[in-house]
């Protein structure tokens, strides 16, 4: 079968990685992939968001099956577009992507269907925006619409941060047309974790959870960014967790997204907030996570393909994953300045040396290979150094032992990746 992965990050070179390695594969392509990719996969220069070229590029080869990771081209409607051609692909589509496409439809869809979630208003009048956050106090959270590339959310500590918040994306234009309407709502407290299960219209599969830190610096501070690094399983996601979860929020969504008419098939990654031992949903995504799903296929032991093809056939029931029972962790290196402006073009050296090192993989986000043959760093992520171990501190261990051999004075990562599940297990 001739599969064509789309997407360039560190999701998309595990997800080519774990491909590879099926029997059902005859021919790997990936657009535009990158340079950890192209040991995976053949790489052709189409951008994931280039619907069109996409559609060309797999008439054109005869693709049999196209996984497609970034929402971008989700919400876009890449897999519809598909479907007409009788092509088949992983991944929602454009209706059912709306999941994550717009934040108001997940808050009014929580609401109809009584699924546990922060309290909320929807606002495209700055005004009446204002008169909410006045009602409720602070903190409180001020989210973009649409999508904004894991930047449309701000957390506000003080009424005047909460209104400045407002005006950038209604009257401003901080996010085009995807602030152009705003979700205000409860901030929760809490301990943050992800559940990915996998979806075939009818039934839902869990696949495994994670942790990532989103913050840029150690002790999780400074500014936000797409994920620094992850670990999977989420210590507190236990057996009993994975029962509520399932229960409250994940079956509910299923079963009514198939009422409205939107059947949800692929991969769903809800965002969580537990506390006092309650999950509540702070956001649907509809791909997997970068970097989580890069601890995923660490931690995976089946064959990912037949998964992906199950879910988009509607036959997942009666389907088996199979998982270590160890601890994957991986370690973001980005650019310096990232999530800020950073520079392009550095060399990075020693990634031949990490393969010594046993239970370690390095997956691409952002590089290329330049004109001498060396590999350099082309975006804000770049690396993302994922090992395996018996627990959290072993996979620790291991990954900033990997870290410790890349020659590359231009990047940074952070110090503590898996802190909380490490302390977990001292405490223990
Ligand atoms: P989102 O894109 O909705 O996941 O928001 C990005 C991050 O903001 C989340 O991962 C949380 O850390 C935080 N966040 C979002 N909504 C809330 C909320 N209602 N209360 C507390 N933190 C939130
Ligand atoms: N790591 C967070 C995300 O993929 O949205």
Redesign the pocket.
């Known amino acids: 079968m001739k599969v064509l992965v789309v997407g360039g990050g560190g999701r998309e070179h595990a997800l080519c990685w774990a491909i590879a390695g099926s029997p059902l594969v005859t021919a790997l392509y990936c657009a535009p992939g990158n340079a950890g990719i192209s040991q995976e996969a053949e790489c052709v220069q189409i951008a994931a968001e280039d619907i069109d070229g996409l559609i060309r590029f797999v008439q054109d080869n005869q693709i049999d099956f196209v996984v497609i990771g970034p929402e971008a081209p989700l919400v876009a409607g890449l897999s519809d577009k598909l479907a007409e051609i009788n092509v088949k692909s992983f991944g929602p589509s454009a209706n059912a992507a709306v999941m994550e496409g717009s934040k108001g439809f997940m808050k009014d869809f929580c609401a109809r269907h009584d699924i546990p979630t922060?309290n909320y208003g929807r606002f495209t009048n700055s005004k009446l925006a204002k008169e909410f956050i006045a009602e409720n106090g602070v903190p409180i959270?001020v989210?973009a619409d649409g999508l904004a590339a894991?930047k449309g959310?701000i957390?506000a500590e003080t009424i005047e941060q909460a209104n400045a918040a407002v005006d950038d994306m209604l009257e401003g234009d901080a996010f085009g047309a995807a602030g152009a309407e705003l979700v205000i709502?409860?901030?929760?407290g809490g301990e943050?974790a992800s559940f990915f299960v996998l979806c075939d219209g009818e039934i839902a599969l869990p696949l495994a959870s994670a942790q990532d830190h989103?913050r840029v610096g150690d002790s999780d501070t400074g500014p936000?960014t797409g994920g620094m690094g992850a670990y999977s399983p989420a210590p507190i996601i236990t057996p009993s967790m994975t029962e509520k979860i399932m229960e409250h929020i994940i079956q509910p969504t299923i079963l009514g997204m198939k009422l409205e008419g939107k059947p949800y098939k692929g991969v769903l990654y809800a965002?969580l907030?537990i506390e006092n031992d309650q999950p509540k949903l702070?956001?649907y995504n509809v791909r997997f996570g970068d970097p989580e799903c890069q601890v995923l296929m660490m931690r995976l032991m089946s064959d990912l393909l037949p998964a992906l093809i199950a879910s988009s056939d509607g036959v997942l029931k009666d389907f088996d994953l199979r998982w270590y029972e160890e601890t994957a962790l991986t370690v973001v290196m980005a650019a310096n300045g990232y999530p800020g402006s950073y520079v392009k073009g550095s060399i990075i050296r020693g990634l031949d040396d990490t393969n010594n090192h046993r239970g370690l993989k390095i997956f691409h986000a952002g590089t290329s290979i330049d004109e001498n043959g060396e590999t350099v760093a082309t975006g804000g992520r770049v690396l993302a150094v994922t090992s395996l171990g018996k627990n959290a501190a072993d996979a620790q261990t291991n990954a900033y032992k990997g870290i410790n051999v890349i020659d590359w004075p231009e990047g940074f990562c952070r110090h503590d990746i898996g802190w909380r599940a490490v302390e977990r297990e001292k405490s223990r």
């Open positions: 922060a959270v989210k894991g959310v957390i709502e409860e901030f929760l943050e989103k936000n965002g907030m702070l956001e």
